[in-house]
């Protein structure tokens, strides 16, 4: 059990919120993305205050758990752009046999991304991490998985 309780907490968080929401703006550059990042950062806090053990590391704590919902954010925003960009792209695709490309755009997006950037992109696996941000392990995990699931679709 934390050694904050409710009303405590929300005398904390009131005090903070400004700070958080300096540091998700730093991070996201969007004002309704910072204020999201802080509205699910105190939810998060609230919902796991029993792991707070010491008081006096609340704002740390919070602040810590702010940024993280600000990444996430982050990424998803990122993914999502890349995919935008890929979708204004998709009639250099289509041909008369698009059952492949409809195949394609079923798939989960993050498969989706690996398998146009690799195969209608034909970018490298190395570039494919730098842009979608993720490690080239899990580019080629994915790749696979995306390939695999095209296979049983088609």
């Known amino acids: 059990m934390s050694a904050i309780d409710k009303e405590t907490f929300c005398k904390l968080v009131k005090e903070y919120t400004p700070n958080m929401y300096r ?11 910072a204020e999201d990042a802080v ?6 806090a609230y919902e796991n ?10 704002r740390p704590w919070i602040m810590q758990i702010t940024a993280n919902e600000a990444r996430k ?3 998803k925003a990122k993914r999502v752009a890349v995919m935008e960009q890929v979708e204004e792209m998709a009639p ?19 498969y989706r991304e690996v398998i146009i950037l690799y195969f209608y992109e034909a ?4 570039e494919i991490g730098r842009i979608l941000r993720i490690a080239e392990g899990t580019v080629k995990s994915r790749l696979s998985r995306g390939k695999k699931q095209l296979r049983e679709m088609l």
């Not at 509205?39 to 998060?44: D, P, T």
């Open 49 to 58: 205050l029993h792991t707070l053990r010491k008081p006096e590391r609340f």
């Open 23 to 33: 540091l998700s703006f730093g991070i996201l550059h969007s004002k309704a993305d």
């Open 92 to 110: 250099a695709f289509v041909d008369d046999h698009h059952e492949l490309w409809d195949a394609v755009m079923m798939l989960d997006v993050i």
């Open 73 to 75: 954010i982050y990424q």
């Open 123 to 126: 970018l490298p696996i190395k």
């Open 39 to 44: 509205g699910e950062g105190i939810l998060k």
